[in-house]
């Protein structure tokens, strides 16, 4: 193994030679940019078909071809210094890749046109095409990357441009997939720390699609911080599964240091990346402090990509070249991953290549970050808040969200569902014997007049609804009252109970004088043991349904285990949106079956236990749908409980 000082860097080194990166005829010139490219890199590249016609492959040689010509046109390579390109060396690949995985690639090179076309399969499951120059293309291009990466670091150029074909950050220590062979920019890093005095890097990979290799590669390295913005789409978009997921943070000592924003759906654009990147990305890299910042540039999130689907402009990946350059004294290596439209990805180059030269990122149009994505971003931060301090919750909380510290709103939200409940479904206000539950839940019990007399009873646990407001100007706090509402999304469910002639039990389980940021598990224990004790228990209800909305999901364990619930509720119906549930305490195995077939839990498509079999195993009938806003999921959700009540009913 071998070991760095200053920080735990940790090779797998045991089988490799000792490593020597050649030192290059560059001489350090202060201020200048850096640029690796070379023709060669085209000779990877499909095989004719049988018709006779060139294999359509998104992952073409004239990829690199265009960049270049598109450099070259606007004067950018005139004010670059040529780096010299060479092959990966077999000791630099062994940094990050097995050798097995290295003689695998290396055996493209015997393969014959007969060969290939009998692999076709094979390798079209890893998605790959192969040539027998496709070894040498690999190895110039992870060559490329790491001679562009050790100018920089050496001082020999201010940052650098790596125009280089294949890409690199799917391929992971023992595979090649994903249009990748070897991992440039992982190596890279590795050779870096290994000739350098430099430690702490910073990997930012804006490609479209999740660097699982990269990631994987340093997943439990403290010394590398790796951020990836990407499509995810629940996990099914490429690579898939859950690696990419939010809560894919790391691992021993490099937990924290992975940080994946992942973008729910297609259609993302300039205003999204920009404000992940103020939220996210800039707060952790700054407190990280990298001294040397890759970014795995893929230009597939550009607008007009056909694979990618998403908006990003030239002036939006400037953008963000800019703020990365504010890192480690500027020293930059932007190294080319994906990217298929040759027009999109030969401007999005042009644009990053002309912020490296010194230029300033055009003046955008005004615009703002989508609902879907301020949601992400927010889901994200309070992830990645456990280890970064600079992560403010907060200030990225979506806007619409209620602040629990204003009582004075809280106030009129109580007196608003007194008065509605009242005259909808002709319910009282619940006392309360118990004097601190009386205090501390006043006015957010309700039930109706005829809970004594029905069979069914709906007991609904729920928190206020979401109160919209606009301000009257940017300096001011006074709330514009035209464009300023109440979502509640419980009517929905309110209608459905007055429908079907049941009962309910209505309460806010917040009690009143709550801690910012505290939940009182005793309190709100106290007050649903009261209920079932007091109400539930004693009336003539023979089935009883728990509804459940967002955080207040949380409190059902309580008191699934205090009191014997089995012989009267028929379904635990738990909406938890984004919501991360609490682990199930400890239950017999009679009533964690008795649970998982009365239990139906309504998430977000994007959360990060919608593919969890174990969470699957334990709830039982667990359902995604496409909503992000709380209000949204809830009136999504009635279809789906109106459904499960029913079936229970009739068991």
């Known amino acids: 193994m071998h070991h760095t000082a200053q920080m735990d860097v940790i090779v797998d080194t045991d089988n490799i030679l000792e490593y020597v990166a050649p030192e290059g005829s560059l001489k350090p010139r202060a201020g200048q ?53 060479r092959h990966l060396l077999q000791v630099e690949a062994l940094l990050v890749h097995s050798a097995d995985h290295w003689e695998k ?49 050496r001082g020999q150029v201010k940052n650098s441009f790596a125009n280089v074909r294949p890409p690199g950050h799917h391929a992971e220590p023992d ?28 990997i930012l ?19 590398i911080l790796y951020i990836s913005l990407h499509r995810y789409d629940g996990g099914e978009f490429y690579p898939s599964g859950l690696f990419g997921g939010m809560e894919a943070c790391g691992e021993g000592q490099g937990v924290g240091k992975s940080v994946n924003i992942p973008w729910p759906r297609k259609g993302i ?52 070249t800019h703020m990365l350059c504010s890192l480690a004294n500027g020293k930059v290596v932007v190294a080319l991953e994906g990217g298929y439209n040759l027009q999109s990805i030969s401007n999005s180059a042009l644009a990053v290549a002309e912020i490296l030269l010194g230029g300033a990122p055009p003046m955008m149009p005004e615009q703002s970050a989508s609902d879907v994505v301020t949601e992400t971003v927010w889901q994200v931060a309070k992830i990645q808040s456990r280890y970064w301090k600079s992560i403010d919750v907060k200030l990225c909380e979506p806007k619409d969200e209620v602040k629990e510290e204003y009582i004075d709103v809280s106030v009129l939200l ?12 002709n319910t009282y206000v619940v006392p309360f014997a118990d004097d601190s539950i ?61 429908t079907n002639s049941y009962s309910l039990l209505d309460v806010n389980v917040f009690p009143q004088a709550i801690e910012k940021g505290v939940e009182d598990t005793s309190l709100i224990r106290r007050i649903l043991i009261y209920l079932w004790d007091n109400y539930i228990e004693i009336t003539d209800a023979s089935n009883v349904i728990i509804i459940a909305s967002g955080q207040t999901c ?72 496409d909503g992000e806003r709380p209000s949204q999921i809830f009136v999504e959700s009635m279809p789906h409980i109106q459904e499960f009540v029913t079936q229970q009913l009739a068991v």
Not at 212 to 220: C, E, I, L, P, S
Not at 574 to 597: A, E, F, T
């Open 269 to 320: 654009m300039d205003a999204d990346y920009l404000y992940a990147f103020l939220r996210i990305v800039m707060p952790i890299a700054y407190e990280f402090n990298p001294e040397l910042v890759i970014i795995s540039a893929g230009f597939d999130a550009a607008d007009g990509d056909k694979l990618g689907e998403c908006h990003v402009t030239p002036a939006g990946f400037a953008h963000m």
């Open 175 to 202: 595979e090649h997939m994903g249009f990748c062979f070897f991992n440039n920019v992982a190596i890279a890093a590795r050779a870096v720390q290994l000739e350098t005095s430099i430690r702490k890097i910073l």
């Open 438 to 498: 009386q205090s501390a839940f006043d006015g957010q019990v309700f039930c109706s007049t005829d809970i004594w007399e029905r069979s069914t009873l709906v007991f609904f646990i729920h928190d206020y609804g979401s109160l919209r407001a606009e301000l009257q100007g940017a300096r001011s706090v006074d709330v514009d009252l035209e464009n300023s509402y109440l979502l509640d999304a419980s009517h929905k469910l309110a209608d459905w109970v007055l």
């Open 414 to 425: 109580k007196a608003y569902r007194a008065q509605y409940m009242s005259e909808k479904l």
């Open 205 to 223: 990979d804006w490609d479209v699609h999740h660097g699982n290799g990269t990631q994987r590669a340093f997943y439990d390295d403290p010394s």
């Open 554 to 625: 949380k409190c059902i364990p309580l008191l699934l285990t205090d009191r014997d619930v089995s012989t009267k509720v028929k379904a635990v119906v738990q909406v938890i949106g984004s919501v991360h549930l609490n682990r199930l305490p400890l239950m017999d195995d009679d009533l964690r079956s008795w649970y998982k077939i009365h239990s139906l839990v309504l998430m977000t498509s994007t959360h990060p236990k919608r593919f969890d079999k174990k969470f699957h195993d334990t709830h039982g009938k667990v359902i995604a749908l």
């Open 105 to 153: 690639v290396e055996a493209i090179a015997d393969m014959d046109a007969e060969s290939i076309a009998h692999s076709r399969t094979y390798y079209e499951h890893l998605s790959l095409y192969i040539h027998p120059r496709t070894p040498e293309a690999a190895l110039l291009s992870a060559g490329g990357v790491i001679e562009a990466t050790l100018a920089v670091a």
């Open 33 to 85: 940019t850096g640029y690796i490219y070379d023709d060669r890199m085209m000779l990877h590249s499909p095989f004719i078909d049988t018709d006779g016609t060139d294999s359509e492959h998104p992952e073409q040689p004239l990829r690199v071809k265009m960049i270049d010509d598109k450099l070259r046109e606007h004067g950018c390579i005139g004010q670059m210094r040529p780096i010299p390109i």
